[in-house]
């Protein structure tokens, strides 16, 4: 028998299916997505989640044990985002003409690459405080 809690999830992520996101809309109202690829999409989007929340569950499984501050895990959620938002407006925010300065100059793979690896660094950082933290209370203990 499937328990109380999961059924009230259940019933919170069925609404979300028969929303369209953003990225799979097609081209307007009349071109939607059929109901399957709509829920193909959600599933992705999901897996997707699950892998950029790997860390932050990491950290959330040792919060209590190892009395961490929440700050460490906050602040990269918080670049993160904050770098996906200039990504995408990057028209509206006046940036493209930094942007192309710095191709003069720079290559583009170049800037992707260090922008790629700052990202991954912030997305592994909650588990190299954890790590950190770990390592500190065993040696306080020796």
Known sequence: MI?????NV???IVPILFLQPSFACGC?????LSLSYQILTWIIWLIILFIYFIPSLWFVKFY???SLKIVHFI???MILFLMIG???NTDTLGLMKIY???????PPFFVIFVVGIFALFLWFYPIL???KMNGKRTTSKV
């Open 129 to 131: 405080y954890v790590l």
């Open 100 to 106: 192309d300065q710095i191709r003069d100059v720079i």
């Open 3 to 7: 328990k109380i809690k999961y059924l």
């Open 86 to 88: 200039v990504l995408f």
């Open 75 to 77: 602040v990269p959620h």
């Open 10 to 12: 259940f019933w919170l």
């Open 64 to 66: 209590q044990f190892l």
């Open 28 to 32: 307007g109202g009349e071109n939607s």
